[in-house]
């Protein structure tokens, strides 16, 4: 089946830095990947849709200028967080898009878990 | 409008019994897809099984089954002979143009 990855797993900054979480579709290009989030105990959140070669798609009240998304090949979106705060702390997930209308219409990737102190 | 409504925060099942997970949904496309995914402690989604609104028979993979009732627009997950290994987090979704939205999802703990 179909593999993405993440990189890194997890990641601990210090407040103020940005971090860069990259998202790799290994055996398939996709045009459409997904970003989500997740906070303990609660559900996913997607935050934005992200097209090879276009500007990525935000959901409302997802702050484009702080979650700045790349999609600069059919294999790899990056999401770096900018100047992060400890309320940016968070499970980052993405997915990667292939099949519409098909049980195979994302592939997750593993997830990062973001720490901010 | 909540547009997956998961019900149950917690479940809990014994040990090689079944089990039923419920999901709701709302939708007023006539074609869509709805999903139930799998997230243990580890963080990672695992695709379960899927149906999609045309699929005229229940989807079933291995232990899961889904039991779709369109009218009712309830597509509850049941899980068959329950492993220990199925304690995890489980994840109701439909696809909504090219998104998927998930419930808030039902943790299931399996007893020995």
């Known amino acids: 089946g179909a593999v993405v990855s993440q990189h890194p797993s997890w990641v601990i900054c210090k407040s103020g830095t940005s971090v860069k979480i990259e998202c790799r579709s290994l055996d398939f290009q996709a045009t459409t990947m997904f970003w989500y989030r997740q906070f303990p105990k609660q559900s996913l959140m997607l935050m934005a849709t992200?097209?090879?070669?276009?500007?990525?798609?935000?959901e409302q009240g997802v702050e484009k200028d702080k979650f700045l998304i790349n999609h600069a090949s059919l294999t790899l979106s990056t999401l770096t967080v900018t100047s992060a705060h400890p309320e940016d702390s968070s499970f980052y997930i993405c997915?990667?898009?292939?099949?519409?209308?098909?049980?195979?219409?994302?592939?997750f990737g593993p997830g990062t878990r973001l720490t901010v102190t | 409008a909540q547009k997956i409504t998961q019900t149950q925060p917690g479940m809990f099942v014994q040990e090689k019994e079944a089990v039923t997970l419920d999901c709701t949904y709302d939708t007023s496309d006539p074609s869509y897809g709805l999903f139930w995914y799998k997230q243990p402690s580890s963080g990672e989604m695992i695709f379960l099984i899927y149906q999609g609104s045309y699929d005229q028979q229940n989807a079933t993979e291995g232990r899961y089954s889904l039991n779709f009732q369109k009218a009712r627009k309830s597509a509850n997950l049941v899980i068959s002979a329950s492993q220990l290994g199925d304690s995890a987090m489980y994840f109701c979704?439909?696809?909504?143009?090219?998104?998927?939205?998930f419930g808030k999802g039902t943790k299931l703990t399996v007893n020995p």
């Open positions: 997915s990667a898009g292939n099949s519409p209308g098909t049980k195979y219409e994302q592939y």
């Open positions: 979704a439909m696809r909504e143009g090219e998104k998927l939205v």
């Open positions: 992200s097209n090879e070669g276009s500007k990525a798609t935000y």
